[in-house]
């Protein structure tokens, strides 16, 4: 049954790659962000907050990494773990979080699940 599910995630900060490591030992994921570059340097597995080791990207076997949204496409689960700052008010910037579910909508199928992490 792991091998049907499809999990993507959008965002891979402090949260979302940690998260997509875990998950790409089981299900098959797709790590998705924005940047370009942040793509690179996971795919040649390298993290620039030091919080994962070349061996986690080594057993995360059914992980890829892309900044193609066409990526999520089919997906059972969406994770979004964007940041949400807090502005000097104290009032959070919900920019991110507005656009990356704008992105999850555009491939939500019917019992597709959506988690804000």
Partial sequence: MANKIKVSIIGLGYVGLPLAIEL???????????????????????DKNDEISKKDFTLSKKLTFTSNQN??????????????????NNKPDLRMINSATTLAGNYLKQDTIVIYE
Avoid: A, C, W
């Fill in 24 to 46: 790409g030992k089981i299900f098959n994921t797709v790590g998705y962000d924005l940047s370009k570059h942040r793509i690179d340097e996971l795919q040649n597995k390298n």
């Fill in 71 to 88: 990526d999520i496409d089919n997906s059972n689960y969406i994770i979004i773990s964007v940041p949400t700052p807090i502005n000097k």
